[in-house]
Each structure stands twice: as structure tokens, then as C-alpha cells.
């Protein structure tokens, strides 16, 4: 059973960055893509950011193209959301997604269907 734990989510004003990140655990990191997700009170799970097994390629709402990077570290088993220049929309609980697909290289998902294992979320709040 693999486990996805989040941090880095807070509290900050609006122009300024987070990280968050996603620790893998249970299953081989390399082995699965990875995605975040978000989700504002009230509102349906967006898709933010997804990246493939090998890193190499990645895919972005439009929301967050040009101000968010993922990207991923095998040996630390982690999957990261850099966020820069954050507006108050950006506000909601961030969850990060994986899903096992051992036998691709460049596939981006990004759908909340197509990921079977899911974090418990962490809150970003961005004050205006």
C-alpha cells in the first residue's frame, strides 16, 4: 500500500511562494505519476500540476502555468510544488495524487480519475 504525506502548505501573502511537498512511501516512487490537486471550500478538486515516471515531461493548468513548477527527487522519494507569485485564488487544501504506471516513461495524467492513491492534504492560504 503506498502512502502519500503533504507539507508545506500555509499561510502567506499574496506575491509570495510555497513549497509544498509529497512523500512517497510503500511502493517504488519511480514506478508511479504524480499530480497535485486542489481544492477550494465549496468547489470541485482541480487539477494543478501533473509529471510523468521519468520527470521529463510535466503539464499545468492554466491557472498555474508560469508561476508553479513540479518536479521530482528519486532519491528522496518526493514530489514538489513550487509556487510563486500567489494570488488569494490560490487559496484551498492542495492534495498530491500518484498513480501506478510502471510501464510508461513520458505519460502526464490529469484527471482525478486517473489516480488511484491520494495524500490527505495540506491547507495553502494566501492573504491579500
Known amino acids: 500500500q503506498v502512502q502519500l504525506v503533504e507539507s508545506g502548505g500555509g499561510l502567506v501573502q499574496a506575491g509570495g511562494s510555497l513549497r509544498l511537498s509529497c512523500a512517497v512511501s510503500g511502493r517504488t516512487f519511480s514506478d508511479y505519476v504524480m499530480g497535485w490537486f486542489r481544492q477550494a471550500a465549496g468547489k470541485d478538486r482541480d487539477f494543478v500540476a501533473a509529471?510523468?515516471?521519468?520527470?521529463?515531461?510535466?503539464r499545468y493548468a492554466d491557472s498555474a502555468k508560469g508561476r508553479f513548477t513540479i518536479f521530482r527527487d528519486a532519491a528522496k522519494n518526493t514530489v514538489y510544488l513550487q509556487m510563486n507569485s500567489l494570488k488569494p485564488e490560490d487559496t484551498a487544501v492542495y492534495y498530491c495524487?500518484?498513480?501506478?504506471?510502471?510501464?510508461?516513461?513520458?505519460?502526464?495524467?490529469?484527471?482525478?480519475?486517473?489516480?488511484?492513491?491520494w495524500g490527505q492534504g495540506t491547507q495553502v492560504t494566501v492573504s491579500s
Open positions: 509529471i510523468s515516471r521519468s520527470g521529463l515531461a510535466t
Open positions: 495524487a500518484g498513480d501506478y504506471r510502471p510501464f510508461t516513461y513520458t505519460l502526464v495524467v490529469s484527471t482525478t480519475h486517473d489516480y488511484g492513491d
